[in-house]
């Protein structure tokens, strides 16, 4: 069975860093192709980025230069790098993947983070 | 950027056929899939590649996908299905969300 955990949510500062991890289990992150998908309180999906399989990294302008992906393979764990946030960043955070980019098979239960003084 | 457009609501009766429109400029010549997000819920896959279904997902999900339009249909609409649905596309390396249209069965 795939499992997604997301960490690494909380309250944050505006002008804070946070890292967020996505543990896996039944699925090698490395071999996928994933993402960081966010949803700020009753909103939509939003897409934050996306790692492929080979290592290369792409953002939404909203995040670009602010926020950093990356994976561990050994931990079989995907990260997101938060800097300076902002309240506007407030949002449940979700990993999300599959085998190719047509759609994301599989979602974290999700992470939630505020950005508040 | 790229966009993706929906509209925001659409109601339906139990037992009828619900069509979800996602619009964007030239989406046909992309790959549109769908998600299904209950309250409190992650979302979930119901269609991808425009019109494939993954494993567990209903027959009564389908999909196309032509010109500017994909369409989410729910055949023999049920209660359950009464959620948040979403489109989405890539552009170039760039995920899309529609907005979402909120799918009441009343």
């Known amino acids: 069975e795939v499992q997604l955990v997301e960490s690494g949510g909380g309250l944050i500062q505006p002008g804070g860093s946070l890292r967020l991890s996505c543990a896996a289990s039944g699925f090698t992150v490395s071999s996928n192709y994933m993402s960081w998908v966010r949803q700020a309180p009753g909103k939509g999906l939003e897409w934050v980025s996306v790692i492929y399989r080979g290592g290369s990294t792409y953002y939404a302008d909203s995040v670009k230069g602010r926020f950093t992906m990356s994976r561990d393979n050994s931990k079989n764990t995907l990260y997101l790098q938060m800097n300076s946030l902002r309240a506007d960043d407030t949002a449940v955070y979700y990993c999300?993947?599959?085998?190719?980019?047509?759609?994301?098979?599989?979602w974290g239960q999700g992470t939630l983070v505020t950005v508040s003084s | 950027s790229y966009e993706l457009t929906q509209p925001p609501s659409l109601s339906v009766s139990p037992g009828q056929t619900a069509s979800i429109t996602c619009s964007g400029n030239k989406l046909g010549d992309k790959f549109a899939c769908w998600y299904q997000q209950r309250p409190g819920q992650s979302p979930v896959l119901v269609i991808y590649?425009?019109?494939k279904r993954p494993s567990g997902i209903p027959e009564r999900f389908s999909g196309s996908n032509s010109g500017n339009t994909a369409t989410l249909t729910i055949s023999g609409t049920q209660a359950m299905d009464e959620a948040d649905y979403y489109c989405?596309?890539?552009?170039?390396?760039?995920?899309?969300f529609g907005g979402g249209t909120k799918l009441t069965v009343l």
């Open positions: 590649e425009d019109k």
């Open positions: 989405q596309a890539w552009d170039s390396d760039t995920a899309v």
């Open positions: 999300a993947g599959g085998p190719n980019s047509s759609g994301f098979d599989y």
